[in-house]
């Protein structure tokens, strides 16, 4: 097993265990969302919902940061391969 994958995962570097550049995409655009949310809860003196949203994207962001790791790893398995964004 490579290490880009999760232990015992059935996904293998030629078929991934997820999409991870369409994963990126969509956590990416989960933050800017519940930034968004937040702000504007906030303003409207919405501070419960604010919070929620604060925490959305606090899990956006290590999201982003676990599927950066698995990236890199891909990448070092497989130098000079490009993915699209489904792979």
Same mark, same amino acid.
């Given at each position: 097993?490579?290490? @880009?994958?999760?232990?015992? &995962?059935?996904?293998?570097?030629?078929? =991934?265990? @997820?999409?991870?550049?369409?994963?990126?995409?969509?956590?990416?655009?989960?933050?800017?969302?519940?930034?968004?949310? *937040?702000? /504007?809860?906030?303003? &409207? #003196? /919405?501070?419960? /919902?604010?919070? &929620?949203?604060?925490?959305? *994207?606090?899990? *956006?962001?290590?999201?982003?940061?676990?599927?950066? %790791?698995?990236? =890199? =790893?891909? %990448? %070092? $398995? #497989?130098?000079?391969? %490009?993915? @699209?964004?489904? $792979?």
């Amino acid at each position: 097993m490579t290490r @880009s994958q999760p232990r015992r &995962a059935r996904g293998t570097v030629g078929h =991934a265990n @997820s999409a991870l550049n369409l994963r990126l995409v969509l956590a990416g655009f989960g933050l800017v969302t519940m930034v968004v949310f *937040a702000v /504007l809860a906030f303003r &409207a #003196e /919405l501070a419960w /919902l604010g919070v &929620a949203c604060v925490i959305f *994207a606090v899990v *956006a962001v290590v999201d982003l940061a676990v599927i950066q %790791r698995r990236r =890199a =790893a891909r %990448r %070092r $398995e #497989e130098p000079g391969v %490009r993915h @699209s964004l489904f $792979e």
